[in-house]
Every structure is written in C-alpha cells, then in structure tokens.
C-alpha cells in the first residue's frame, strides 16, 4: 500500500510564515502609544497568535488546498473524504481564535492580552484617522 506523500516542510513553512508576519506587523505597526504593555509581551503574544492562525492554514487549509487542485485523477490511496472533514472544524477553529477565545488561557492570557489590546487601539485610531479625512473631504467641522 502507497502512502501519499507528505509535504510537512511545506506546510511548516506556511506556519512560521504567518507567525513571523504578525511579529513584524506587530514590531512596526503599532507606535508607542498603542502598546501599554511591555513591548516584549505585545510581540510574544503576536507570535502566538500568529502561529495559532499559521498552524491551522498550514496544516489543514494548504493540504485540503493540494488535494483538491490536484490534477492526477482518482487514487484510492489519498482519501479526499477524509481530509476534507477537517475543513469545517479548521474555518471554525479560525473564527473561534478571531474572537478571541485564547484570551483566556491560563499561561497564554498575559500576552494575548498585550496583543489585543494594541490592536485595538490601533484599529481605533486608524478609524478616527479615517473619519477625519472623511470629514474634510464632506467639508464638516473636525470632531472634537
């Protein structure tokens, strides 16, 4: 019996990839005022969350990804079936990581919290930014 071969270096890649571009979205993105942690913990928890997101693409969206873009035909050998279940608990798992539900894990909170917390308040001040523009672009008065 032939094993369908495995391309884990590949799907590693695809994790640290993701993990590395929230460390450095979060080590030049955000500016001082949006970090009120210690910058360590809001690039730790960065990492984690990337590498939380990074697994899940890598290891179960890119294979799916292959399987189903493959062109050799039928091989009853690779079970598309099989591997095409994990597809929905891979999406919700993703949502669920989005919502923040790792906020609250025991040794991971700390961290996840830094990151959080400056993301959001850089998303906040690029939407004041934002609505400011808008503002001067439909002439009214800037808010106070």
Request: glycine share 6%; no cysteine; hydrophobic share 55%.
């Amino acid at each position: 019996m032939s094993q369908a071969p495995l391309m884990l270096w590949i799907e590693g890649l695809v994790a640290l990839v993701i993990a590395l571009a929230f460390l450095l979205h979060a080590y030049f993105a955000f500016k001082p005022e949006h970090v009120e942690h210690h910058p360590a913990r809001v690039r730790i928890g960065a990492l984690i969350q990337g590498l939380s997101i990074g697994l899940l693409i890598g290891f179960v969206i890119v294979p799916l990804r292959t399987q189903v873009m493959d062109a050799r035909g039928f091989d009853p050998a690779v079970s598309p079936e099989l591997s095409s279940l994990a597809f929905l608990p891979a999406i919700l798992m993703l949502i669920v990581i989005r919502r923040g539900a790792l906020l609250k894990a025991p040794v991971l909170k700390t961290y996840l919290r830094a990151y959080r917390r400056a993301t959001l308040l850089k998303a906040r001040d690029d939407a004041n930014k934002a609505l400011d523009k808008l503002d001067v672009i439909e002439g009214r008065r800037a808010s106070a």
